[in-house]
């Protein structure tokens, strides 16, 4: 039987689904909520027409990463360029981990760091994260020292949550912590406090940003920001063109021209503030601090409501068990979404 060459460790696994894409109103990705400007797209279509196809691509993206080194104030040398952040994390994870070597995560996290530490042979360790979805830095080093784990993997601010962890925090688990330190900053953006002044001081620091949360979800593109010395570790497992030649192309458009991403965050922090202020007026809404593109509610009825809002066409993400039980995570969308989400919401 054909079976019989499959993994039993992944038996159990289900793929990643992630839904349907064709509601009208997608509060569900924590996608930005605007495309391009159409000038943008016409220079972008240009690029297409005289791109070179029947060659690879530049296998280590090297304009792209100089104008990302760029934009975030790091040296070039220190950038990779992964498709999505989501390769960056298994890249790390086939790096780093042999079979049965343990990974520590805060719960909940992104999903992806246990998903992509279980096909790389590892074994994800989870920290429940306190009462009011905060984490206890102290018990978490304790924990990922007393279980030897190879890696740490936090995001921040934390998806699904929204939390921060502060700065002196982040140090404290970079110092203390006997393993590589993966600070996923996905929503950097929405945040403004990074940690990626502090690669070539600490030898286990590894940063993680992506384009996907400013604007640019559909090309794929995400970054791994590091010292020397873990970088040319991961270069032996980065899979060679992993960035296609048409996403370098238009992330080089865009990087040459950051105001097009500082614009795009700054209207939509100005909407996590128009949706955060009309949600806190509303009755039997609890809300959680919201330091990213989105905001975490907790209800009393969750998926009653998420079934209201998908009759009319609204998506969002409903959390049915464990410490997120009863709440939604509403990603910030535009003025005209953000009150259609507001009328149906009650
Ligand atoms: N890290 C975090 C914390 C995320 O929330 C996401 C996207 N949901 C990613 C990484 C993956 O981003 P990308 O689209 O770059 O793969």
Redesign the pocket.
Known sequence: MVQDFFREDLSDFESYSAGRTDYKVRLN??ESFSNLDFETRKEIGKVIENSIYNRYPDPEALEVCALYAKYANVKNINVMA????????QIIAHTFLNTGDKVAMQSP??S?YGLYTKVAGGIPIEFPLGPALELDVKGFINMANSEKVKIVFL?NP??PTGNIIKREDIIKIIEECKCIVVI?E??FEFYGESILDKIDFYENLIV?R????IGL?AI???FMITNNVLMSELKKVKPPYNVNSITQSIACIILKRPEIIYNNVKNIIAERVYLWEKLSNIDGIKLYKAKANFILVEVSNALEIKEKLLKQSINVRCYTSGKLVNCLRITIGSREENNCLLKNII
Not at 82 to 89: A, L, M, Y
Not at 210 to 213: G, I, L, P
């Open positions: 990705a924590n992964g498709n999505g952040s989501d390769e960056c994390i996290d992104f992806m995001s934390d998806n996923d996905a929503y993680l992506t384009c996907s949360k979800a794929r593109l995400g």
